[in-house]
Nanobody, 116 residues
Framework: QVQLVESGGGLVQPGGSLRLSCAAS????????MSWYRQAPGKERELVAE????????KYTDSVKGRFTISRDNGKNTVFLQMNSLKPEDAAVYLC?????????WGQGTQVTVSS
């Protein structure tokens, strides 16, 4: 079992930045593939960014490339999502996901609002 707790969401103006964190507990963090998803009202959940267990393979959805950066600290059992140049269309609930083999675990999510 893996427990995930996200933090760092909030209200930011367009063009601003936020750093999301996802703290994991309950299993060997260094084996987990970690991902950030987001879900806006009326829209499907979408994969935003993913990082493999070693931290050397990163994936991003096209709309955030060059603006968002995913990283992990295996010593602190935490994955981060640095979000820069935020746009109103980035507003959503951001959820952290941990995956290992056929198992997947989700956090409760943190709200990101982008508005002037």
């Amino acid at each position: 079992q893996v427990q995930l707790v996200e933090s760092g969401g909030g209200l930011v103006q367009p063009g601003g930045s936020l750093r999301l964190s996802c703290a994991a507990s309950g299993s060997s963090f260094s084996r987990l593939t970690m991902s950030w998803y987001r879900q806006a009202p009326g829209k499907e959940r979408e994969l935003v960014a993913e990082i493999n267990s070693a931290g050397n393979i990163l994936k991003y959805t096209d709309s955030v490339k060059g603006r968002f950066t995913i990283s992990r600290d295996n010593g602190k059992n935490t994955v981060f999502l640095q979000m820069n140049s935020l746009k109103p269309e980035d507003a959503a609930v951001y959820l952290c996901k941990a995956g290992y083999l056929w198992s997947a675990y989700w956090g409760q999510g943190t709200q990101v609002t982008v508005s002037s």
